[in-house]
């Protein structure tokens, strides 16, 4: 079983960045994909992006880019354990719990994605609050 543990949450001005944290601990093979995702009271999870843990592969939403496409770029510091997320000009509406997910590549089929896949290691979540 995957711990893990996020940090860097907290209160910050709309059109600032953020950079969060999720620190793993365990058997390697159970986080080669990690994940973020948020998540509003009363309604549903949102899948953010997602990293190949062990070559550092990004991907967001269900495409490959080298470039984010938007405001949240993730990382990985593989001497840590550590996935970052970048969240870029805050909005008041990114206001939400950040969570972070591990699995193993057979667990999601070989698909390193943010969505559609199943994850079965989850943080506690870390709040972000965005004020205009």
């Known amino acids: 079983q995957v711990q893990l543990v996020e940090s860097g949450g907290g209160s910050v001005q709309a059109g600032g960045s953020l950079t969060i944290s999720c620190t793993a601990s365990?058997?390697?093979?159970?986080?080669?994909?990690m994940g973020w995702f948020r998540q509003v009271p009363g309604k549903g999870r949102e899948g953010l992006a997602s990293?190949?843990?062990?070559?550092?592969?990004?991907?967001?939403?269900?495409s490959y880019t080298d470039s984010p496409p938007g405001r949240f770029t993730i990382s990985r510091d593989s001497t840590k354990n550590t996935v970052f997320l970048q969240i870029n000009s805050l909005k008041p509406e990114d206001t939400a719990i950040y969570y972070c997910?591990?699995?193993?590549?057979?667990?999601?089929?070989?698909?390193?994605?943010?969505?559609?896949?199943?994850?079965?290691?989850w943080g506690q979540g870390t709040q972000v609050t965005v004020s205009s």
């Open positions: 990293i190949y843990f062990g070559s550092g592969t990004p991907y967001y939403g269900d």
């Open positions: 997910a591990a699995a193993s590549l057979p667990s999601v089929g070989g698909l390193c994605r943010p969505t559609g896949v199943r994850y079965s290691s």
């Open positions: 365990g058997d390697i093979r159970d986080f080669a994909c």
